[in-house]
């Protein structure tokens, strides 16, 4: 397994911006390279994928966020990053970061789509960070 720690999340104003970071640790991660992403859940609604980036590094985003968020990879093999500017009221959520193995060379597209079908308690998860876009 792998685990994997969010943290950045807080409140901001709508037109602002946060950055959020993910570290994975954990016996798994130097055994398989990884593809990693962001989803995001707001109360009532289900678990939406924001963003991944596969082993090349080449990103992929949910239209919604798109021209707006950033994800990137740490100079820190494991940490992955999403920058989200102009932020929107809509983007309050509790956000998580999640992992895929990858042992084919899968493109972020296609990450996305098992990530959407990873169980939140399989063990690819983390906890999650609280983003606010309030006034």
């Known amino acids: 397994q792998v685990q994997l720690a969010e943290s950045g999340g807080a409140s901001v104003q709508p037109g602002g911006s946060l950055r959020l970071s993910c570290v994975a640790s954990g016996d798994a991660i130097n055994k398989y390279k990884y593809c990693m992403g962001w989803f995001r859940q707001a109360p009532g609604k289900e678990r939406e994928g924001v963003a991944a980036i596969d082993t090349a590094g080449s990103p992929i985003y949910a239209d919604s966020v798109k021209g707006r968020f950033t994800i990137s990879k740490d100079n820190d093999k494991n940490t992955r990053n999403l920058q989200m500017n102009c932020q929107e009221p809509e983007g309050t959520a509790m956000y998580y970061c999640?992992?895929?193995?990858?042992?084919?060379?899968?493109?972020?597209?296609?990450?996305?789509?098992?990530?959407?079908?990873?169980?939140?308690?399989?063990?690819?998860w983390g906890q999650g960070t609280q983003v606010t876009v309030s006034s």
């Open positions: 999640t992992a895929v193995a990858d042992r084919v060379g899968l493109a972020a597209a296609q990450a996305l789509e098992i990530m959407h079908r990873t169980a939140p308690d399989s063990g690819y």
